[in-house]
């Protein structure tokens, strides 16, 4: 696996690209097919397990394409990741903390090595909006 690639975050949840490594030269690909991908979000603080997660191959791919349809930012976001690009969505994750990400390719052999770690952060809670009034309301 190549490092996750983060995408974009919220003050609960993190989505990474996920990439498999090219394969060696001068062989005719991946050993095994891969069946889905095992994501570990950890505390960069503690190292503490935030969120530990398998998705298929076929939903990581899914939600690529999804976003990819979205707009122009999302697919040059998600392409610079390379051809292999699969998505995965860590939630219920801290407001404004940092974590580190690494993932690994399970295949019907068993579990594939964990990637190098990539860190990112959560964003904060927004402030409560309170007291909203209106004061003039203008037509046309």
Partial sequence: MQVPHPLWSTHSSIAVSLSLEPPMPDTQGQDEEVDAFEVVVQTLRDGREASRFVITRDEAAALSSRLADQSEADKSAISECGATSFVAVA??????????????????????????????????????????????????
């Fill in 91 to 140: 939630c219920d994750l801290a407001p404004s903390t940092f974590y580190t990400c690494k993932a690994r390719a399970v295949t019907h052999a068993g579990l594939g090595e964990f990637s190098v770690s990539c860190d990112m952060e959560t964003f904060a809670v927004p402030p409560e909006v309170v007291d909203v009034q209106v004061d003039q309301t203008l037509h046309d």
